[in-house]
């Protein structure tokens, strides 16, 4: 089945630096690849996505290039600033009859000024 | 305009009784999700309702589990019996149709003593 792998956490940055949050999935056919955020006590909330190969989502600074021959989707942003400091969470989505959004487990990212 | 809201935010119940969990979705949304999110879990697919048709139960992890839409709007997943391993924090999303984007609700964490 579908499945959504990302790295570790939780990350810890101090602002200003340079933010990489890995993501790879399994999926058969092609997937929507999106990631979504969410910030202390709010609830979730997409922040940026992309539907087919090679593609670039991009919101708030942040940016991800959905890559089909490494089956990745990272985030990356050039300078965190303290109010990044979230939840984020990789998900994908087929075009079939069900279009449930499958997740990984989220990173937590803090970010101290 | 409105968003997704749920209620209540916050529930806890004792083992072995029932919950009813609600969730307004946004107005003119055609499709509905439940979701949980665990500690050890992560984000899980629930149950999936499109229009008028047999919802999609696939995430569903027991039979103590179910889910109504009355009238396409208004939608309730009902825990029976209600177990330790069932509090998680349940997250419902609509969708302007199965390919628009997804918008989450606050959630509602349950707590079984």
């Known amino acids: 089945g579908d499945s959504v792998t990302q790295m570790e956490g939780p990350v810890t940055l101090s602002e200003e630096a340079f933010l990489t949050i890995n993501c790879t999935y399994t999926a058969t056919g092609y997937p929507s690849l999106f990631w979504y955020v969410q910030y202390p006590g709010e609830g979730l909330q997409l922040l940026l996505k992309?539907?087919?190969?090679?593609d670039k989502g991009s919101n708030k600074g942040f940016e991800a290039t959905y890559r089909k021959e490494t089956t990745s989707f990272h985030l990356e942003k050039g300078s965190v600033q303290v109010s990044d400091s979230a939840v984020y969470f990789c998900?994908?989505?087929?075009?079939?009859?069900?279009?449930?959004?499958?997740f990984g487990k989220g990173i937590t990212l803090s970010v101290r000024p | 305009g409105a968003g997704v809201s749920q209620s209540p935010s916050n529930k806890v119940t004792e083992k072995g009784k029932d919950v009813e969990l609600r969730c307004d979705p946004i107005?003119?949304?055609?499709?509905l999700y439940w979701y949980r999110q665990s500690l050890g879990q992560g984000l899980e697919f629930l149950i999936y309702f499109q229009g008028n048709s047999a919802p999609d139960k696939s995430g569903l992890p027991s039979d103590r589990f179910s889910a109504e839409r009355t009238g396409g709007s208004v939608s309730t997943l009902t825990i029976q019996r209600t177990q330790q391993e069932d509090s998680a924090v349940y997250l419902c999303a609509s969708s302007q149709g199965p390919q628009g984007e997804q918008f989450f609700g606050p959630g509602t964490r349950l707590t079984v003593l």
């Open positions: 107005s003119g949304h055609t499709a």
């Open positions: 998900a994908l989505r087929h075009t079939g009859a069900n279009s449930k959004l499958t």
């Open positions: 992309a539907t087919k190969a090679d």
